[in-house]
């Protein structure tokens, strides 16, 4: 205990900017009547005195990383033994606590859950100058609003059946993967892998950055349609298709079609990939009553519940964003204004509470045909944690689910005109 209240006496004067030699130390301890409980100066003479160059000192960290790590994993064996011999736990848990402690070691984080805030401001002033990017969505609009997708943050994005939010998750996930290059997992308990990759392929042929290839449009629906011999593709769509195969192979992006996936099975996932590829861009939960097994509306609403909480914490402990997508109640269609708002969130008002981010997907034309809207989809930004509220109106083509801004689109026409 004694050299520990010494190194964090030493510790604060650092962050403070004020010398560490004896005579600070010592002072600092006298004036808060330390001193003499950790031995008084003989004891800090005799410190100093011991003390090891600082030639090697690289070295002497590893020796004492090894020996801590070394420590920390015989703890985890001997609480992976208990977790085993503890019969009140379900398989699933006990493999899920399992991963939790070996994964802990793996990212060799030497912290507590609670800090100084001499560490925090400094970690955080070094974050600032470093500029630390947060994620645009790739939807200048939006990114406006909320900024970008932030690291440990979960973002819902909701809407009633039919709005197209897996496609506005889909071109999002996109983006992540390709402007940032950073790995993507698509959890999809709706479609499968190959629906999925058939409306990206579609997205991908009408996206500006693969301009350049000269690739022709298709349609999604086209693809099933060759798929049970009701249509033929052309040439030219073929040869589009192999070149899209190929740069949609090289995408850091995974999907998984498990419809009985729990949260508990999505951290494991999530920690193989993260661990494979050092880093996650973003998650998508494509969606959340899905996961929702009980057929009780009580038990509807605590469950699903429990699966916010768990995608939350989730966000935070692998410091990850990550997008649920969500249904809204059938509340909407008896009101003369069927825009989606907080109270409609599907069954749990808890969805509300945990979401840094809520963000409703409305088309107009899905419910008035003779809309002047007509292609307009409204992102509706009703929370944000660290951000404004507002609402983002965007082109939305739902053929292939690409989405523009209307300065993208207009620059765009007027580059073929």
Not at 143 to 156: Q, S, W
Not at 307 to 320: F, T
């Amino acid at each position: 205990m004694a050299h520990q209240e010494i190194y964090q006496a030493a510790l604060k004067l650092h962050h403070q900017g004020k010398p560490t030699d004896l005579m600070a130390i010592s002072n600092y301890l006298a004036d808060r009547g330390r001193l003499e409980s950790v031995g008084g100066m003989a004891k800090l003479s005799q410190l100093l005195n011991r003390t090891v160059s600082a030639v090697n000192i690289d070295r002497y960290v590893d020796l004492i990383m090894d020996k801590y790590l070394r420590r920390k994993i015989i703890e985890a064996g001997n609480n992976i033994v208990n977790f085993g011999y503890d019969t009140t736990l379900e398989l699933e848990t006990l493999l899920d606590c399992s991963q939790k402690e070996i994964f802990a070691i793996s990212q060799q984080k030497i912290r507590s859950d609670t800090e100084h805030n001499s560490e925090i401001a400094a970690a955080v002033f070094n974050q600032l100058e470093k500029k630390t990017p947060l994620y645009s969505t790739g939807i200048k609009e939006l990114d406006r609003l909320m900024v970008g997708f932030e690291p440990g943050n979960m973002t819902i994005l909701a809407g009633r059946p039919s709005m197209g939010k897996s496609a506005i998750s889909l071109y999002l996930a996109l983006h992540v993967a390709f402007q940032h290059q950073l790995p993507v997992v698509i959890f999809s308990l709706e479609m499968t892998k190959k629906q999925l990759e058939y409306r990206l392929w579609s997205l991908m042929s009408k996206l500006d950055c693969y301009k350049h290839l000269n690739l022709t449009p298709i349609k999604s629906d086209r693809l099933r349609q060759y798929q049970g011999s009701f249509c033929s593709l052309t040439e030219a769509e073929m040869n589009s298709i192999i070149s899209i195969a190929d740069l949609a192979a090289q995408l850091p992006l995974y999907m998984n079609e498990n419809r009985g996936i729990s949260v508990t099975n999505i951290a494991s996932e999530c920690r193989k990939i993260q661990a494979r590829e050092g880093k996650l861009g973003l998650v998508v939960v494509d969606y959340l009553q899905q996961m929702v097994t009980t057929n009780s509306t009580d038990n509807r609403s605590y469950e699903l519940g429990d699966v916010g909480r768990g995608l939350y914490q989730l966000a935070g402990e692998l410091k990850v964003p990550i997008l649920a997508l969500s249904q809204v109640s059938r509340g909407v269609e008896g009101r003369n204004n069927k825009r989606p708002m907080m109270s409609d969130l599907s069954q749990s008002g808890i969805l509300e509470m945990v979401a840094d981010n809520i963000i409703f997907a409305y088309r107009d034309e899905y419910y008035n045909q003779n809309t002047e809207k007509l292609g307009v989809l409204e992102l509706i930004l009703a929370k944000a944690r660290h951000g404004a509220t507002g609402m983002a109106e965007v082109l939305f083509d739902k053929s292939s689910g690409l989405i523009r801004s209307f300065q993208e689109f207009a620059s765009v026409e007027n580059s073929y005109s």
